[in-house]
Each structure stands twice: as C-alpha cells, then as structure tokens.
C-alpha cells in the first residue's frame, strides 16, 4: 500500500478506534460486560467494513478513475446496507448487548465517515501532473484558414 493510501487509512482509523473505546468505556459502566463487549464488536466490524471499502475505493481509483464516483456511491450504500443487515441479525443475541452493538457500529460508522472527509479535504492532491510529459503543445495539424 503506497503511503498516502496508508496515511489515510490511518487517518480514519486512529479516531474510529479512539471512539470506540469510549463507545466501550461507556457502555460496560451503562450496560455491564456484555455491553462493553457489544459495543467493542460493533466498533470492530466498522472499521474492518469501512476499511475494506476504503482499500477497494482507493484500488478503483488507480484502476479504473472513470468508475470512481460510481463506485463511491455503490460501496457506501452496499456498506450501510450490510451493517444494517448485521443490526438486524444480532437484535435478539444474548452473548452481548444489542443496543450497545448498534450504538457502537453507528457511533464507529459516523466518527469513520467525518474523518475520512477530513483526510480527504487535508490532502495535498494535485489537480493537474506538473511533471507530465504530455505538457508539451500538440502539433498543430491541418490547413491554416
């Protein structure tokens, strides 16, 4: 991975991490054990999803740049979709809190989502290759009229 697709992995990481342990802490003082492990689980399946999605959004965009907003808009919406699924399933498990999974999983999924707006707004992207060789003029072909 190149460095400024880890840079920004870790970008959206490092804070979705930090919520969710406090996602964690106050769970486990709201909800006891099960909640804490509620919420560790939601804030866990948040970032592996977001970070699949980030690693196969940024591989789209080396690839295939015509298909990258399209893509964007499909990912993000097969991504809520797939947390909400996993929402639905678990509602009535007993091996952890529910509520407690849900509210990590949102709290992991909205706190990924702002820092990857600003990772996106902080990076240096240059809008035109100042290095590239196809600066040059074209020849002009042609009858001069």
């Not at 909800?31 to 492990?37: C, P, R, V």
């Not at 399946?45 to 699949?52: K, R, V």
């Not at 797939?82 to 849900?102: E, G, P, Q, Y």
Request: hydrophobic share 55%; proline share 4%; with cysteine.
């Amino acid at each position: 991975m190149p460095s400024n697709d880890a840079r920004n992995l870790l970008q959206c990481a490092v804070p979705t991490a930090a919520a969710g342990v406090v996602a964690v802490a106050v769970s486990g003082v709201l909800a006891g054990g099960k909640g804490a492990l509620g919420a560790a689980v939601g804030t866990a399946l948040a970032i592996l999803f977001m970070g699949i999605g980030l690693y196969v959004l940024q591989r789209t965009a080396k690839t295939l740049p015509q298909l990258f907003q399209a893509m964007g808009l499909m990912l993000y919406t097969a991504q809520l979709l797939l947390l909400l699924i996993f929402v639905a399933l678990f509602k009535d498990t007993s091996f952890f809190n529910a509520r407690t999974f849900a509210a990590g999983l949102v709290v992991a999924t909205v706190v990924w989502m702002a820092a990857q707006a600003r990772a996106h707004m902080k990076a240096k992207i240059f809008y035109i290759d100042p290095d590239s060789e196809k600066s040059e003029k074209p020849e002009k072909t042609g009858s001069p009229s």
